[in-house]
T-cell receptor, first 111, second 114 residues
Framework: DAKTTQPPSMDCAEGRAANLPCNHSTISGNEYVYWYRQIHSQGPQYIIHGLKNNETNEMASLIITEDRKSSTLILPHATLRDTAVYYCIVRPLNAGNMLTFGGGTRLMVKP | DGGITQSPKYLFRKEGQNVTLSCEQNLNHDAMYWYRQDPGQGLRLIYYSQIVNDFQKGDIAEGYSVSREKKESFPLTVTSAQKNPTAFYLC?????????????FGEGSRLTVL
């Protein structure tokens, strides 16, 4: 799996958009970008994934650059409950091989 | 409801004892994973299995053992050889055909060695 790089921590004001970046410069053509988040002492939760087009669901939007070497997860109106660690990983869609996580970004949403 | 269940949620053990953490899924997933998480750190892969009766070591397999006798179950044994076993352990599963390819996680088991 391609390696990803994320900032260790970020702050965001409640109600504002949170933009979480992820660099994946060695991504392969068949690898998707996946985002998960982990609220303290719980199992990580899937948020969104994409290949090359921008994606949106009820939780977030995913913007992938044209060269696919980086992406941004956008939480449009962050709430205090969005405080969590956010992980970006890249891998093929149905791969069952090693799935490794980096350190993620610790997002703190402040009132 | 379909999901992945880990037990126990909290576990205490004395040094020198083996302990087995349970992970069961009813999602009909082929692949299952065990991760370890230390305070303030990311997830590190211990073992994974893509099919029954087969499994592979992850990045930190030393001191751990697993089995995959049934598709639904992937128990992890923390042996006395694991030098620093106190951690939060997470089990996950995913399908290998169709769907979104997302990884489903259990709620975790917190092991404390006294």
């Amino acid at each position: 799996d391609a390696k990803t790089t994320q900032p260790p921590s970020m702050d965001c004001a409640e109600g504002r958009a949170a933009n979480l970046p992820c660099n994946h410069s060695t991504i392969s053509g068949n690898e998707y970008v996946y985002w998960y988040r982990q609220i303290h002492s719980q199992g990580p939760q899937y948020i969104i994934h994409g290949l090359k087009n921008n994606e949106t669901n009820e939780m977030a939007s995913l913007i992938i650059t044209e060269d696919r070497k980086s992406s941004t997860l956008i939480l449009p109106h962050a709430t205090l409950r969005d405080t969590a660690v956010y992980y970006c990983i890249v891998r093929p869609l149905n791969a069952g091989n090693m799935l490794t996580f980096g350190g993620g970004t610790r997002l703190m949403v402040k009132p | 409801d379909g999901g992945i269940t880990q037990s126990p949620k909290y576990l205490f053990r004395k040094e020198g004892q083996n302990v087995t953490l349970s992970c069961e899924q009813n999602l009909n997933h082929d692949a299952m994973y065990w991760y370890r998480q230390d305070p303030g750190q990311g997830l590190r892969l211990i073992y994974y299995s893509q099919i029954v009766n087969d499994f592979q070591k992850g990045d930190i397999a030393e001191g751990y053992s697993v089995s995959r006798e049934k598709k639904e179950s992937f128990p992890l044994t923390v042996t006395s050889a694991q030098k620093n076993p106190t951690a939060f352990y997470l089990c996950a599963s995913k399908g290998l055909a169709g769907g979104t390819g997302e990884l489903f996680f259990g709620e975790g088991s917190r092991l404390t060695v006294l």
